[in-house]
């Protein structure tokens, strides 16, 4: 079942801004911390296409959760 799309791109801009400044900072580090941007990186985007794909559902939300939680992960390393 397709979610709602909203009309203001605010999820696009959201999520592929998300997506490129952790691939951005994964640039700049070696290790564990490169795999948890990378990571924050993998889920943003796959949250980006789900959302593409079906709009906001559920998926979305778990994904977009999964690279928040990246993300944390990669800045406290």
């Keep these: 079942m397709a979610g709602e799309r909203y ?6 801009g959201m999520l592929s801004g998300r997506a490129n400044y ?4 994964s ?3 070696k290790g564990e911390k490169r795999e948890a941007y990378l990571k924050a990186a993998q ?3 796959a949250a980006l296409f789900a959302y593409e794909v ?3 559902s ?3 939300r778990q994904l977009t959760t999964l690279s928040f939680d990246w993300m944390d992960k ?4």
């Design 58 to 60: 559920d998926e979305v």
């Design 7 to 12: 009309t203001n791109g605010i999820m696009e």
């Design 22 to 25: 952790a691939l951005e900072a």
């Design 27 to 29: 640039l700049n580090t």
């Design 43 to 45: 889920y943003a985007q």
């Design 54 to 56: 079906n709009g906001d």
């Design 74 to 77: 990669a800045n406290e390393i």
